[in-house]
């Protein structure tokens, strides 16, 4: 699943290619595109006819297109979730259709047109209301729960620690919490554990202050590194606005990299279960937390 630095990526690409843009017309090729938007495709297609795109914002894996009306207001969004496959690919009028092609946005001058294609159907497209989410910050009404990201200027980073040292949860379980911090998954959280040298099942009410203040740093260390790389791409689900794959994989210290020698100490990277996918750590280097000593009762 697309996680925030490839999700930045696709944002960007749209910041440059469809904002300031009118739609002239939208095709619904298929109706689970638009499942989450309960009034229908016929009704999203109708309202975004002759809206300007904005701009293009993101919080965590949500990406949105505030929407100006003809009358000038905005008050409404194009909220797009990527889901596992889901790409926002900007194309011209005459190239053929994608395979998975399930929405088609086309613009007042003609020019190259926006696509939502999605091979496993798990992403989707709906309007939203934009919400105020503190004193500056308007966002959909659908993303109004979720917390910043490391990488916005406005991330609380005291907050965050307090917050994280309270949780009794293990730490990797944290950070995957997105009312906690928002788009880290399960890739750039494994990372994140080794470069801190923390193991995911540590609890992170144990954490000092020091430890949490480096972990958020070397999360911010991946998901800068990431972002540089266009992301990571093991296949060809994930790319950006003009179809080109991220590189990331190529840096990656453990995910993905089971049996492979560490690349810090040389132990093997070992796999864990973990909530219906996979932990990849060093037992060297991210040593397992010490299981509780049972209690003797002495009557």
Not at 249 to 259: F, H, I
Request: aromatic content about 6%.
């Amino acid at each position: 699943m697309p996680e925030l630095p490839e999700v930045e990526t696709v944002r960007d690409g749209l910041q440059r290619w469809v904002v300031g843009r009118t739609v002239a017309a939208v095709e619904i090729r298929h109706p689970r595109a638009v499942r989450r938007h309960l009034p229908g495709g016929d009704d999203l297609a109708a309202r975004l006819v002759g809206t300007r795109i904005e701009a293009a914002a993101r919080r965590g894996k949500y990406l949105w297109l505030p929407l100006a009306a003809a009358s000038g207001i905005v008050d409404e969004c194009l909220v797009a979730h990527l889901g596992m496959s889901g790409q926002l690919l900007v194309r011209p009028p005459e190239a053929p259709d994608e395979r998975h092609l399930h929405v088609r946005i086309a613009f007042t001058d003609g020019a190259q047109e926006l696509r939502f294609v999605d091979q496993r159907t798990f992403g989707g497209l709906m309007l939203d209301r934009l919400v105020p989410a503190g004193a500056d910050d308007v966002v959909p009404a659908i993303v109004a729960h979720i917390a910043r990201d490391p990488v916005d200027p406005a991330f609380d980073d005291a907050l965050f620690v307090t917050r994280l040292r309270r949780r009794d949860s293990a730490v990797k379980r944290a950070l995957l919490d997105q009312s906690l911090v928002s788009g880290i998954g399960n890739i750039y959280a494994d990372e994140s554990l080794w470069r801190a040298r923390l193991h995911g099942e540590r609890r992170a009410r144990t954490l000092t202050r020091a430890v949490a203040l480096d972990l958020l740093g070397q999360v911010r260390g991946v998901l800068a590194e990431a972002l540089r790389a266009g992301g990571t791409s093991f296949d060809a689900l994930y790319v950006n606005v003009n179809g080109q794959s991220g590189y990331f994989d190529r840096s990656l210290a453990v995910y993905g990299r089971e049996g492979k020698p560490c690349r810090r100490c040389g132990s093997l990277i070992r796999r864990a279960a973990f909530m219906n996918r996979s932990s990849f750590f060093c037992p060297t280097c991210q040593r397992p937390p010490r299981a509780p000593r049972a209690r003797l009762d002495v009557t």
